[in-house]
T-cell receptor, first 112, second 115 residues
Framework: GENVEQHPSTLSVQEGDSAVIKCTYSDSASNYFPWYKQELGKGPQLIIDIRSNVGEKKDQRIAVTLNKTAKHFSLHITETQPEDSAVYFCAASGEYGNKLVFGAGTILRVKS | GAVVSQHPSRVICKSGTSVKIECRSLDFQATTMFWYRQFPKQSLMLMATSNEGSKATYEQGVEKDKFLINHASLTLSTLTVTSAHPEDSSFYIC???????????FGPGTRLTVT
C-alpha cells in the first residue's frame, strides 16, 4: 500500500521568511496530493492540492510542487505570518474519492 | 471550501455506554465519507470508509462491531462507539468527498472522553 513520509517534523521560521515542507510517496499510481492545515483542537483544513497532471500550483502565498519521477511533492509558504503557525499534513491518494494516506505532520512555528 | 459539520463537538460519557457522532456535508452531497481517529500530536488514522447505501469498509485492526458506521443519506454519516471504554477516548474526525470539486473536506472533529 501507499506510504507517505513527511519532513521536517518541526519547523521554526521568522515572520516574513519562507517555509518548505517535503513529502515523498511510495505508490507510483497515486495521482492526488492535498495539503491540510490543522490548528489545535480543530479539524484539518484543505489549503491546496495538486494532481498528477500538473507540476506546480500556486494560491497567493502558498504553492505546491510535484515531481512524479522522484515521487515527492512540497509545500512552499512565502512571507510567513504568525497565523500560519499550525500543523501541516500532506497526503496522497490513488484515485479520486479514494482514501487518503497522510504524512506524520509538520509543526510550523512562525516567530514574530 | 465546502462545509462539513460534526456533532457533538465534545462529549463525555461513562464507561460501558454508547456514543453517536454525526457528520454532515452541508452544501454538497457526499457518496463517500471517511472516519478518522487522531491521538495527541499524531497524524490522522483512517478507521473506515463510509459509502452511502452500503456497508462501511473498515481498516485493518478496527473493530466493526465496536465502531458502527451508518451512511443513510448523501449528506449524513454516523459513527457509534459502542460500549465505550477509557481507551476509546480520542479526537474523532470525519471527512467527505466532494465529487464536484474532487476534493476531500474535513469536519471540525469530536473530542470523546470516556470516564
Amino acid at each position: 500500500g501507499e506510504n507517505v513520509e513527511q519532513h521536517p517534523s518541526t519547523l521554526s521560521v521568522q515572520e516574513g521568511d519562507s517555509a518548505v515542507i517535503k513529502c515523498t510517496y511510495s505508490d507510483s499510481a497515486s495521482n492526488y496530493f492535498p495539503w491540510y492545515k490543522q490548528e489545535l483542537g480543530k479539524g484539518p483544513q484543505l489549503i491546496i492540492d495538486i494532481r498528477s497532471n500538473v507540476g506546480e500550483k500556486k494560491d497567493q502565498r502558498i504553492a505546491v510542487t510535484l515531481n512524479k519521477t522522484a515521487k515527492h511533492f512540497s509545500l512552499h509558504i512565502t512571507e510567513t505570518q504568525p497565523e500560519d503557525s499550525a500543523v501541516y499534513f500532506c497526503a496522497a491518494s490513488g484515485e479520486y474519492g479514494n482514501k487518503l494516506v497522510f504524512g506524520a505532520g509538520t509543526i510550523l512555528r512562525v516567530k514574530s | 471550501g465546502a462545509v462539513v459539520s460534526q456533532h457533538p463537538s465534545r462529549v463525555i460519557c461513562k464507561s460501558g455506554t454508547s456514543v453517536k457522532i454525526e457528520c454532515r456535508s452541508l452544501d454538497f452531497q457526499a457518496t463517500t465519507m471517511f472516519w478518522y481517529r487522531q491521538f495527541p500530536k499524531q497524524s490522522l488514522m483512517l478507521m473506515a470508509t463510509s459509502n452511502e447505501g452500503s456497508k462501511a469498509t473498515y481498516e485493518q485492526g478496527v473493530e466493526k462491531d465496536k465502531f458502527l458506521i451508518n451512511h443513510a443519506s448523501l449528506t449524513l454519516s454516523t459513527l457509534t462507539v459502542t460500549s465505550a471504554h477509557p481507551e476509546d477516548s480520542s479526537f474523532y474526525i470525519c471527512s467527505a468527498w466532494d465529487y464536484r470539486k474532487e476534493e476531500q473536506y474535513f469536519g471540525p472533529g469530536t473530542r470523546l472522553t470516556v470516564t
